[in-house]
């Protein structure tokens, strides 16, 4: 059948983007700006009904693959955004994919860039291994707070079995003692019985039986 006809061009620029910098039609990109592409725009009366034609005129810092996928990414927007104004939008993900594939030390001469990631890789070394150290002994100060609420549970159930121990001798009222010195100790309702309010009374030898004459 017959091709659509495309309305005439009413507008025509060109967009500069890079990794380091916002868009501008204004003007060259900064020596520094890192990864670049340049975005012709031409659009007609119709648009944004009508699409319009993106074209990357110009891509510099990307390796061949990168420069393939930013080519797929731009035809996937323009169709994503079909109907609506678009080319704000295609020039954030432009950008976004610039600034992914950025290396700030790709213009540094091959030894430096050696220097440099020898640097890093045993900077990051260091603070790995600090956070291992912080961590080992966050690890040791905390086992040792157990040990010591641990031993001082103990400490207190010996004290309380002692203090028991004495106000069964002395006959004491259980009940108080419980209440105010042996709360935490369970196993104490085995040797007292259940309602009792005092300790019992010691063993009582029967009395001697005189001979008969």
Known sequence: GASVRASTP???YKVNLSARSCCSDF?????????????????????????????????????????????????????????????????????????????????????DRFKLREAKEAEKRKAEEKEGKERSERMKAEKRERQTMELERIQEKHRAAKRLGQAFHCGGDLNVLLEEQMVGLPHMSKNVGVGSTHAPAPFAPAPAVEPKA
């Open 10 to 12: 009413v507008r025509r």
């Open 27 to 111: 003007g060259d990109l900064q020596p520094d700006a890192g990864p670049s592409a340049t975005l012709e725009v031409v659009y007609g009366r119709l648009y944004p009904l009508e699409s319009p034609l993106l074209i990357l005129s110009h891509i510099d810092g990307l390796h061949r693959d990168a420069r393939q996928e930013l080519r797929a990414l731009v035809r996937e927007e323009i169709v994503k955004l079909v109907g609506r104004e678009c080319v704000f939008d295609v020039c954030v993900a432009i950008r976004e994919h610039l600034r992914k594939h950025d290396d700030p030390d790709a213009d540094l001469p091959l030894h």
